[in-house]
C-alpha cells in the first residue's frame, strides 16, 4: 500500500460548510488517477476480499464505480450500480440513501453480494445498500472500501467494512491511521 499511503499524505482537505472533505484521486479523480495506484488498491481488495463465491459486485453510482469495474474485471464478478435515477422495471427496488431515493437492480433473494465503495465518510451510504441487499433476500459476503474515515459517525454498528486504509481529515491534513485491518 505504498502509493495508496504516499498519495493520501499529498491529499488536500477542502473544507465546506464546517465539513473538511478529502480530495484524493481514487475517491474524486482529483488529481489524475495514476494506473499503478488504481493497481495497487484492486490488488489489495482483492486480499482482502473473497470474491471467488460472489454473484455480483454491488456499488453505488459515485466514485466507487470504476474501483467496483476494475475488480468486476479482474475477478469476472458481474457488477451492478446502484443508480440515483428509476427505470421502473419489475424487480427494481427503491430504498432510502442519505442523498435521497436510490434503485438496486439485478440482485435477486440468494444472491450473493460483495459491496464496494471508494470512500466511507459517516457509514450512511454502505447502511442504506445493506438494508436494501437484506430486503431483497440477498446474501451480504462482504462489505468493502479503501478508504475509511474515523473520526465521523459511523452507521455500520452491525456492518464489518473492510478497508485498505482508515484515514482522519484534519484540519492539518490527513493521517493515515491502519492500513489492511478492517
Request: glycine share 6%; charged share 25%.
Amino acid at each position: 500500500m505504498n502509493r495508496l499511503r504516499e498519495s493520501i499524505h499529498d491529499a488536500p482537505v477542502v473544507e465546506r460548510d464546517g465539513y473538511r472533505y478529502l480530495v484524493h484521486p481514487v475517491s474524486n479523480g482529483i488529481p489524475t488517477l495514476d494506473p499503478k495506484l488504481m493497481r495497487e488498491v484492486v490488488n489489495g481488495l482483492l486480499r482482502l476480499v473473497d470474491f471467488e463465491d460472489a454473484d455480483v459486485i454491488v456499488t453505488p453510482v459515485t466514485m466507487g464505480v470504476h474501483v467496483a469495474t476494475a475488480l468486476s474485471l479482474t475477478t469476472d464478478v458481474p457488477l451492478v450500480v446502484i443508480r440515483s435515477r428509476e427505470y421502473g422495471f419489475d424487480d427494481e427496488v427503491p430504498f432510502e440513501h442519505p442523498d435521497g431515493e436510490y434503485y438496486l437492480n439485478d440482485v435477486t433473494a440468494g444472491d450473493d453480494v460483495v459491496v464496494v465503495d471508494d470512500l466511507v465518510n459517516t457509514g450512511q451510504s454502505i447502511a442504506a445498500i445493506v438494508e436494501a441487499i437484506d430486503d431483497v433476500g440477498a446474501n451480504l459476503v462482504d462489505v468493502a472500501c479503501v478508504l475509511r474515515r474515523v473520526e465521523s459517525r459511523d452507521d455500520l454498528v452491525d456492518v464489518d467494512v473492510k478497508s485498505l486504509l482508515e484515514v482522519s481529515v484534519t484540519a492539518d491534513g490527513v493521517d493515515v491511521l491502519d492500513d489492511a485491518s478492517h
